[in-house]
């Protein structure tokens, strides 16, 4: 056997593998939901509204949503974020319940060392995050030594992607 393969292997088995935005939404919201993806392109005046109000820029007016429905009842839409979190990117899903209710925070992309990837105990905090808590770290989200970047990256994301929930709600 080719011992290349460990090369594959062992990082998987060491650091887990990540999830994908259908998988993620599915282990926070039960294995009965029906994802799908959408994207949404937000105005001028939209995009100048998620901005002023959460106070972080995005990168791009295009936004990637996905909707999780029970039936026909929508339970769920998780944003997808691109963030910088040192000098490299991370995809984080922010799924929200209709009322704006902050779900979970779920990293699917992490390209940074995964020692700057915040525990999951950590993003446990994001769990049933009500809209009027404002996600700022050291207010409503922990600091972590070591990862401060990067917990700091994702709770700017989050108010982020509760501003692009609100702005695009009907």
Do not use: C
């Not at 990117?89 to 992490?110: C, G, M, Q, R, S």
Request: aromatic fraction near 6%; glycine fraction near 4%; avoid cysteine.
């Amino acid at each position: 056997m080719n011992p290349l393969w460990i090369l594959f292997v062992l990082p998987l088995l060491l650091f887990g593998a990540m999830l994908s935005p259908h998988e993620a939404m599915q282990a926070h919201l039960g294995a009965d939901v029906v994802v799908s993806k959408e994207s949404a392109m937000l105005t001028p005046a939209q995009l100048q509204a998620v901005e002023t109000q959460s106070g972080q820029k995005l990168e791009s007016k295009i936004v990637r949503l996905f909707s999780a429905k029970r039936g026909n009842v929508e339970v769920a839409k998780g944003v997808l974020l691109n963030r910088l979190m040192r000098t490299k990117n991370a995809v984080i899903l922010y799924i929200f319940t209709p009322d704006l209710t902050l779900k979970a925070a779920e990293a699917v992309a992490f390209n940074e060392p995964p020692e700057y990837l915040p525990s999951s105990a950590w993003f446990d905090q994001f769990d049933d995050a009500n809209s009027s808590r404002e996600l700022r770290m050291g207010k409503d989200v922990t600091a972590i030594t070591g990862a401060t970047l990067s917990a700091r990256s994702i709770s700017d994301g989050a108010r982020l992607a509760r501003e692009i929930m609100r702005t695009l709600q009907p």
